[in-house]
Nanobody, 128 residues
Framework: EAQLVESGGGLVQAGGSLSLSCATS????????IGWFRQAPGGEREAVSC???????YYADSVKGRFTTFSDNAKKTVYLRMDGLKPEDTAVYYC??????????????????????WGQGTQVTVSS
């Protein structure tokens, strides 16, 4: 059974930093791109970043230059380093996996419906 488990969320002041982890199991890690998404109260789930098999990264304009995604393949874990946090970054953060070999187009990485597996989310709250 595929599992993704997020951790590392919490409360931080504006301008601070947090690092989220997404530990995966139950599927072939090397076959999947891993995306990070977030959902604020009353809002839609939005794409934050994506890390492909080849190591290429994509970021939403709202986080570009502040957030970094990377992986430890030996641990089958993907991370989201968040610096310069703003109150508008407050949301539940989710990681998700999409199989690259099934015709997935990397340039369409923000498309929520393409992802096969999802974690339960971790809360990030940024105070002003």
């Amino acid at each position: 059974e595929a599992q993704l488990v997020e951790s590392g969320g919490g409360l931080v002041q504006a301008g601070g930093s947090l690092s989220l982890s997404c530990a995966t199991s139950g599927f072939i890690f090397d076959d999947y791109a891993i995306g990070w998404f977030r959902q604020a109260p009353g809002g839609e789930r939005e794409a934050v970043s994506c890390l492909t098999i080849s190591g290429k990264t994509y970021y939403a304009d709202s986080v570009k230059g502040r957030f970094t995604t990377f992986s430890d393949n030996a641990k089958k874990t993907v991370y989201l380093r968040m610096d310069g946090l703003k109150p508008e970054d407050t949301a539940v953060y989710y990681c998700a996996a999409v199989q690259e070999m099934g015709g997935w187009v990397p340039e369409l990485w923000p498309r929520v419906g393409d992802y096969d597996y999802w974690g339960q989310g971790t809360q990030v709250t940024v105070s002003s």
